[in-house]
Nanobody, 115 residues
Framework: QVQVEESGGHLVQPGGSLRLSCVTS????????MGWYRQPPGKARELVAW????????NYADSVSGRFGISKDDDRNTLYLQMNSLKTEDTAMYYC????????WGRGTQVTVSS
């Protein structure tokens, strides 16, 4: 049974930083591309960062490029999202998921950027 548990979300001021974590189980983590998604209040969920097998090929949505960094630790079955220079528009619930696979969503972790 595939499970993911996101954590690390918090209230932060604009310009601040956060590091999100996603601990996974139920599949061979190293063999899958992974993505971070977010859903702002009242808006659709969107893919913001994704990373391929063996940490090859990190990609980002234009809205976060240059500010966010995605990484994975295959030994710990964990996906990370380093978020820097946070903006109010980054406020959202953040989720992780295997890329292109219709897994159930985790509970997510709330990131709120506000002064």
């Amino acid at each position: 049974q595939v499970q993911v548990e996101e954590s690390g979300g918090h209230l932060v001021q604009p310009g601040g930083s956060l590091r999100l974590s996603c601990v996974t189980s139920g599949f061979t983590f190293s063999q899958y591309a992974m993505g971070w998604y977010r859903q702002p209040p009242g808006k659709a969920r969107e893919l913001v960062a994704w990373i391929g097998l063996d940490s090859v090929g990190a990609n980002y949505a234009d809205s976060v490029s240059g500010r966010f960094g995605i990484s994975k630790d295959d030994d710990r079955n964990t996906l990370y999202l380093q978020m820097n220079s946070l903006k109010t528009e980054d406020t959202a619930m953040y989720y992780c998921r295997r890329l292109n696979i219709n897994d159930p969503w985790g509970r997510g972790t709330q990131v709120t950027v506000s002064s």
